[in-house]
Nanobody
Framework: QRQLVQSGGGLVQPGGSLRLSCAAS????????IGWFRQAPGKEREGVSC????????NYADSVKGRFTISRDNAKNTVYLQMNSLKPEDTAVYYC???????????????????WGQGTQVTVSS
C-alpha cells in the first residue's frame, strides 16, 4: 500500500527544535511536490511549507518563515521539516502530504495532495 510514515514529533520547550521526517512506502516521492500542514485544536488545517519535486523551490507560511526549513532526500524517499525557534503557537498535529506526478518548478500549498501521513503531535510548552 502507498503510505507516508511520519516520525520526529514530541514535546519541546519554547525556543527548541524538532525535525520531522516523512518517509514514503510503496511509491516514490520523486517527481512529486510535498507539503507540510498542521492543525491545531479548534482551527482549520493550514499549510506550513512545500517543496518542489526537484527540491529547487520551497514556500513557507509567513508564521514559520525563517524558523522552519523543508528539505527532501529523493534517494531516501524522505522529506524533512526542520523546526527551530519553536513557539507555543506552533503546537499542532503536523501532516506531510504528497501531490501527483508533476514537473512544475514551483510548489503550492493550496494544490492537490493525494497521499497523507498519519500525523504527528508537536507540542511546544514550558
Amino acid at each position: 500500500q502507498r503510505q507516508l510514515v511520519q516520525s520526529g514529533g514530541g514535546l519541546v520547550q519554547p525556543g527548541g527544535s524538532l525535525r520531522l521526517s516523512c518517509a514514503a512506502s510503496g511509491f516514490t516521492l520523486d517527481p512529486r511536490n510535498i507539503g507540510w500542514f498542521r492543525q491545531a485544536p479548534g482551527k482549520e488545517r493550514e499549510g506550513v511549507s512545500c517543496i518542489s519535486s526537484s527540491g529547487g523551490n520551497t514556500n513557507y507560511a509567513d508564521s514559520v518563515k525563517g524558523r522552519f526549513t523543508i528539505s527532501r532526500d529523493n534517494a531516501k524517499n524522505t522529506v524533512y521539516l526542520q523546526m527551530n525557534s519553536l513557539k507555543p503557537e506552533d503546537t499542532a498535529v503536523y501532516y506531510c502530504a504528497a501531490g501527483p506526478f508533476t514537473v512544475r518548478a514551483m510548489c503550492h500549498m493550496g494544490a492537490e495532495y493525494n497521499y497523507w501521513g498519519q500525523g504527528t503531535q508537536v507540542t511546544v510548552s514550558s
